[in-house]
């Protein structure tokens, strides 16, 4: 396998023809031929024609014909695998290209690991199964974030699979019986997501004998109202707090919902509602420390939000060129992006916290972010926050607007080792400083094309750390600190040259 492009003539793709790459998928353990496996060639920048996809055959081996010269990024996937890409060094390594310089057909093997798994067991006072516990695992982030939930069976068993390698936290749901309840307990039996024990993951393994003894403690009621002006209507009612979410259906008729007990802490209340007259919602923060059995809550038609863009300069603003991002901030976590339109017709959306931010742009940067008619302090650059209070009426128009300015900066180079350039190289470039939970992303990414070229544009001015390297797909930032990366600063309107060797771990 070679990594390395020689630097060729401009007759190059046509003067050579069609190359083939054939090999064989197996699982990583067994060396097991594994059928039916998708198998994607990407093309690296540079290289002409398109992609090619197939899947293995029952014998586990693939033919991606009729592809032209160059470098193609070559990645297996299978369910309950890890996606692998060709050359990968380890799990979240960047594959290798696969180069080919002439009309030739190239083999290679992609040996595909079976996806980590958490085992154990619930268990009372006496250590004896719980049947029918809920058991949650999470990323271990702040918030953590909701990976699956399960049942414990009859024995009290429970069993998570196709988790990728990490770090999790494993946690019983709370539950009420007769004679007394069990507050949410994490393992290693402790209430307080600081002090839980993380459990390890890796690929091809199972980590086993997670024994939980669920903490016994108070729940708290809550129940309550919920009510739209059109009423009978069927009302969604979600509870939100740090650990997930939870649904019911109100009574159309009276509004009343109720929910399990619940653990004492900090929850949102967020109700939908579709009526004839359109769509309904209303959203309510709240500590939880007794019981709640008279919560109201309303809700409203969706308020919505006008976004508008100024030139810092005085200039007129092509937002056709624009593309602004909303995601909606809960306790639980940020939801899913959502584009928002940007024609001046305005778009409606539910009540609660909301962040907005203007994608990564080669023309413009955001400079500025102003909501309410008042300005956002700090960058503006990432995601800025606003809340959409409940009750504010659906016939109201909230404008948001960006100030932007039409001189951004921009980096480029080469990647070399051994002063020869490398193709397909992944190039990382972190907002250093951008608090992190403000960035659209940890990391921006580019590859190298053929002549191991790269290039980031639309910047905003700042500090930025650049590495090259195929040891990660999207390194955080502590692995970002190990490799060694160049810092940089970028200035407005100025594109900077910035080459660098490749990063290889010893």
């Given at each position: 396998?070679?990594?390395?492009?020689?630097?060729?003539?401009?007759?190059?793709?046509?003067?050579?023809h069609?190359?083939?790459?054939?090999?064989?998928?197996?699982?990583?353990?067994?060396?097991?031929?594994?059928?039916?496996?998708?198998?994607?060639?990407s093309?690296?920048?540079?290289t002409?024609?398109?992609?090619?996809?197939?899947?293995?055959?029952?014998?586990?081996?693939?033919?991606?014909?009729?592809?032209?010269?160059?470098?193609?990024?070559?990645?297996?996937?299978?369910r309950?695998?890890?996606?692998?890409?060709?050359?990968?060094?380890?799990?979240?390594?960047?594959?290798?290209?696969?180069?080919?310089?002439?009309?030739?057909?190239?083999?290679?093997?992609?040996?595909?690991?079976?996806?980590?798994?958490?085992?154990?067991?619930?268990?009372?006072?006496?250590?004896?199964?719980?049947?029918?516990?809920?058991?949650v695992?999470?990323?271990?982030?702040?918030?953590?974030?909701?990976?699956?939930?399960?049942?414990?069976?009859?024995?009290?068993?429970?069993?998570?699979?196709?988790l990728?390698?990490?770090?999790?936290?494993?946690?019983?749901?709370s539950?009420?019986?007769?004679?007394?309840?069990?507050?949410?307990?994490?393992?290693?039996?402790?209430?307080?997501?600081?002090?839980?024990?993380?459990?390890?993951?890796?690929?091809?393994q199972?980590?086993?004998?997670?024994?939980?003894?669920?903490?016994?403690?108070?729940?708290?009621?809550?129940?309550?109202?919920?009510?739209?002006?059109?009423?009978p209507?069927p009302?969604?009612?979600?509870?939100?707090?740090?650990?997930?979410?939870?649904?019911?259906?109100?009574?159309?008729?009276?509004?009343?919902?109720?929910?399990?007990?619940?653990?004492?802490?900090?929850?949102?209340?967020?109700i939908?509602?579709?009526?004839?007259?359109?769509?309904?919602?209303?959203?309510?923060?709240?500590?939880?420390?007794?019981?709640?059995?008279?919560?109201?809550?309303?809700?409203?038609?969706?308020?919505?939000?006008?976004?508008?863009?100024?030139?810092?300069?005085?200039?007129?603003?092509?937002?056709?060129?624009?593309?602004?991002?909303?995601?909606?901030?809960?306790?639980?976590?940020?939801?899913?992006?959502?584009?928002?339109?940007?024609?001046?017709?305005?778009?409606?959306?539910?009540?609660?916290?909301?962040?907005?931010?203007?994608?990564?742009?080669?023309?413009?940067?955001?400079?500025?972010?102003?909501?309410?008619?008042?300005?956002?302090?700090?960058?503006?650059?990432?995601?800025?926050?606003?809340?959409?209070?409940?009750?504010?009426?659906?016939?109201m128009?909230?404008?948001?607007?960006?100030?932007?300015?039409?001189?951004?900066?921009?980096?480029?180079?080469?990647?070399?080792?051994?002063?020869?350039?490398?193709?397909?190289?992944?190039?990382?470039?972190?907002?250093?400083d951008?608090?992190?939970?403000?960035?659209l992303?940890?990391?921006r990414?580019?590859?190298?094309?053929?002549?191991?070229?790269?290039?980031f544009?639309?910047?905003?001015?700042?500090?930025?750390?650049?590495?090259?390297?195929?040891?990660?797909?999207?390194?955080?930032?502590?692995?970002?600190?190990?490799?060694?990366?160049?810092?940089?600063?970028?200035?407005?309107?100025?594109?900077?040259?910035?080459?660098?060797?490749?990063?290889?771990?010893?």
């Amino acid at each position: 396998m070679r990594i390395l492009l020689p630097i060729l003539p401009l007759a190059w793709a046509a003067a050579l023809h069609a190359a083939i790459i054939q090999g064989t998928v197996v699982e990583a353990q067994t060396g097991r031929p594994l059928a039916r496996t998708l198998v994607v060639a990407s093309p690296v920048a540079g290289t002409a024609g398109a992609g090619k996809s197939v899947r293995t055959n029952v014998y586990g081996t693939f033919d991606l014909e009729g592809l032209a010269a160059g470098a193609y990024i070559v990645t297996a996937s299978r369910r309950a695998f890890a996606t692998t890409q060709y050359g990968q060094k380890q799990w979240k390594s960047a594959g290798l290209p696969v180069v080919l310089e002439e009309p030739q057909k190239m083999q290679i093997e992609i040996r595909l690991p079976r996806l980590g798994a958490i085992a154990g067991k619930i268990v009372d006072e006496n250590d004896v199964g719980l049947p029918e516990h809920d058991v949650v695992v999470f990323r271990n982030t702040r918030p953590p974030v909701l990976v699956n939930r399960v049942s414990s069976d009859d024995r009290g068993m429970f069993r998570f699979g196709l988790l990728e390698p990490g770090a999790y936290l494993v946690r019983t749901a709370s539950k009420a019986y007769e004679d007394g309840g069990y507050v949410p307990t994490f393992y290693k039996d402790v209430m307080m997501v600081e002090q839980a024990r993380q459990v390890e993951t890796m690929l091809d393994q199972e980590t086993g004998d997670i024994v939980i003894r669920p903490l016994p403690g108070r729940l708290f009621q809550l129940s309550g109202t919920a009510y739209v002006p059109v009423m009978p209507t069927p009302i969604t009612v979600t509870l939100v707090s740090d650990m997930g979410v939870e649904t019911v259906t109100a009574d159309s008729r009276t509004g009343r919902f109720q929910f399990n007990p619940q653990a004492p802490g900090k929850y949102e209340i967020n109700i939908s509602a579709a009526a004839t007259r359109g769509q309904y919602a209303g959203y309510l923060p709240f500590d939880l420390d007794r019981d709640l059995t008279d919560v109201r809550i309303g809700g409203t038609q969706l308020p919505s939000v006008l976004v508008t863009f100024e030139d810092n300069k005085g200039g007129r603003v092509d937002n056709s060129k624009l593309q602004v991002l909303a995601r909606r901030k809960e306790l639980s976590g940020p939801g899913a992006r959502e584009n928002i339109d940007v024609s001046g017709r305005g778009v409606q959306l539910t009540p609660g916290r909301w962040e907005f931010a203007v994608a990564p742009n080669p023309a413009y940067y955001p400079v500025g972010f102003m909501a309410h008619n008042t300005p956002v302090g700090g960058r503006a650059d990432g995601w800025n926050e606003i809340v959409l209070a409940s009750g504010e009426s659906g016939s109201m128009t909230l404008p948001i607007k960006f100030t932007l300015s039409a001189s951004p900066g921009a980096v480029h180079g080469t990647v070399n080792l051994s002063s020869q350039f490398v193709a397909g190289v992944p190039v990382f470039l972190e907002p250093y400083d951008l608090d992190p939970v403000r960035r659209l992303a940890p990391v921006r990414i580019a590859r190298t094309d053929t002549r191991g070229q790269y290039q980031f544009t639309g910047l905003a001015p700042g500090q930025y750390r650049l590495l090259g390297t195929f040891e990660y797909q999207s390194p955080d930032s502590a692995e970002m600190e190990l490799a060694r990366p160049i810092m940089v600063k970028i200035e407005e309107a100025k594109d900077l040259q910035q080459d660098l060797e490749l990063y290889v771990a010893r």
